[in-house]
């Protein structure tokens, strides 16, 4: 059986801060979160299939630039965590406390980059 793992595409840092807000708009309370950036030439040499896919939560304007990884089985989930355990060895990785979440949202919908009603009702609730 196979299943997808949802990411989000971006090309800069500004892309990769809106991956991070439109992955916390989708979230179900205020976390302890880790980012890992994957370049996508990483992903397509390992031979994984990434395909465009519209997320059923979060804000509109960064809907676009969600992915998932498709077709995953035991083996290619195989291949994703090791990529990612490479990448964490390397410093790839970005933490967000709970705390630095709840700014981001609070600042970005006080800055109208969207609108509290676009976050997931959980999130929402807890700002």
Same mark, same amino acid.
């Given at each position: 059986m196979a299943s997808e793992l949802s990411v989000w595409y971006a090309k800069d840092e500004q892309d990769l801060d809106d991956a991070r807000l439109a992955m916390l708009a989708a979230t179900n309370k205020p976390a302890t979160i880790d980012f890992v950036e994957i370049p996508l030439s990483v992903v397509q040499e390992a031979g994984l299939k990434v395909v465009e896919s519209l997320p059923t939560v979060g804000p509109e304007a960064l809907k676009?630039?969600?992915r998932d990884i498709a077709d995953l089985d035991l083996d290619s989930l195989q291949t994703? /965590?090791?990529i990612i355990q490479r990448l964490l060895s390397e410093d790839k990785a970005k933490r967000l406390? /709970?705390?630095q979440c709840k700014t981001m949202l609070k600042q970005a919908i006080a800055n109208n980059r969207f609108s509290a009603n676009e976050l997931a009702e959980g999130i929402s609730s807890k700002l």
């Open positions: 676009s630039r969600h994703v /965590a090791k406390t /709970a705390g």
